[in-house]
C-alpha cells in the first residue's frame, strides 16, 4: 500500500486540497485511494511521533495506527494531510534554518507506516511572500520579524535545501513538489498526483481555486467555454485558465501586499529572483516529481 503524506508547507494550503479530495471520496473509493477525515490520524500521529521519538515503532503500534486511521475501509492508496507534519508555525525558522525538523520528524512518520511505500509532498512559497504570511499566520506567537527568523537571513533560503535534505533522511520515498504560486493553474494536476488517480478519472472542483480569483462573470463564461470546448490536453487547459485569470482575476485576489519594515522593493524582487532559481534547481533534483505549469 502506499502512504502520501501532505506535509504542506505553511501558507500554501489551509486545507484546501483534503477538503477537496473530501469531497471526492466515493470516486477514489471505486479506486482504491482512501482520504480519511483529520481527526482520525492528525492527533494520533502526533502523539506517537512523540511518544517514540525516533526509536522504531512496533509491529503492534504500527498496526493500531494503521487500523485506526482506516478503520474497515480498504484501500491500496491512502492520503493523509497536516501542515504541522514537520512542525508548528513558531518553529518554521527553528535554529535559525528553514524547516530544520525535517531532517526527523518525517523519518519518524515514515516509520509508523514501515510496512508500506511512503510518498512525501509539498508546496512552496515564494520567500517574499511566505515570510510575511507566516509572521501574520493565527498560530504565530513571534509577532516580530528578527523572533520568527531567529538568525536566519531571507536572501539565504532555499527550498532545494529543504527538500534535499527530506530525501537524504528518508531514502527510497518519492517527493511531489509544486510551486504555490502555480497552484490555479494545475490544480487538478495536483489532485490526481498525489492521489495516484488516473489523470482520465474526473475530479469535483478542479475549478475551486480559480473561482476564488476570478470575477464571477469570468467564471460564467470559463465554465461555458470548457463545456462547449473541451481541451484535449491538461496544457490547453491551462491555457485557457491563464487567458481567463489574465481577463478577469480580481486584483486583490491576485496580488500579495508585503508590508514589512525595512523590506525595500528590491529586497523583494532579489528574494523572487532568488525563489526562480531554487525552482529551477528543484525541478532538476533526481527522485522529485515537480509539477509545473
Known amino acids: ?38 481527526s482520525r490520524y492528525r492527533g494520533l500521529l502526533e502523539q506517537s511521533v512523540q ?35 514537520v512542525c508548528v508555525p513558531q518553529r518554521v525558522f527553528e535554529r535559525g534554518r ?14 509508523l507506516f514501515a510496512d508500506h511505500q511512503v510518498e512525501f509532498a509539498l508546496a512552496v512559497k515564494n520567500p517574499a511572500t511566505f515570510i510575511p504570511e507566516l509572521l501574520r499566520h493565527p498560530r504565530q506567537t513571534r509577532r516580530e520579524l528578527p523572533d520568527l527568523l531567529q538568525g536566519a537571513k531571507p536572501t539565504e533560503l532555499r527550498w532545494a535545501q529543504v527538500i534535499a535534505t527530506l530525501q537524504q533522511h528518508n531514502p527510497g520515498c518519492p517527493v511531489t513538489v509544486w510551486a504555490n504560486e502555480d497552484t490555479p493553474l494545475i490544480w487538478l494536476q495536483i489532485m490526481h498526483e498525489v492521489t495516484g488517480l488516473d ?7 478542479g475549478l475551486d ?11 460564467q463564461r470559463l465554465r461555458s467555454y470548457l463545456a462547449s470546448h473541451p481541451p484535449k490536453t491538461e496544457i490547453q ?8 485569470l489574465d481577463k478577469y482575476a480580481i486584483e486583490e485576489e491576485i496580488e500579495e501586499e508585503i508590508d514589512l519594515p525595512g523590506w525595500t522593493e528590491a529586497i523583494v524582487s532579489e528574494l523572487t529572483e532568488s525563489y526562480e532559481d531554487d525552482l529551477a534547481e528543484i525541478s532538476r533534483l533526481p527522485g522529485v516529481n515537480f509539477i509545473s505549469p
Open 199 to 205: 489523470a482520465n478519472i474526473r475530479l469535483k472542483g
Open 98 to 111: 528553514l524547516y530544520n525538523n525535517i531532517a526527523h520528524k518525517p523519518a519518524w512518520l515514515r516509520d
Open 209 to 219: 481555486i480559480v473561482s476564488k480569483l476570478m470575477r464571477q462573470e469570468g467564471m
Open 51 to 85: 511518544k517514540l521519538k525516533g526509536q522504531p515503532a512496533s509491529m503492534e503500534t504500527r498496526h493500531v495506527v494503521l487500523e485506526s486511521i482506516l478503520g474497515d475501509d480498504e484501500a491500496d492508496h491512502v492520503f493523509l494531510s497536516f501542515e504541522n507534519f
Open 237 to 244: 487547459r491551462r491555457r485557457v485558465l491563464a487567458a481567463f
Open 1 to 38: 500500500m502506499k502512504v502520501l503524506l501532505h506535509l504542506g508547507i505553511h501558507c500554501t494550503d489551509e486545507d484546501r486540497l483534503l477538503r477537496c479530495l473530501l469531497a471526492n471520496t466515493g470516486t477514489l473509493a471505486q479506486e482504491g485511494i482512501a482520504v480519511p477525515g483529520p
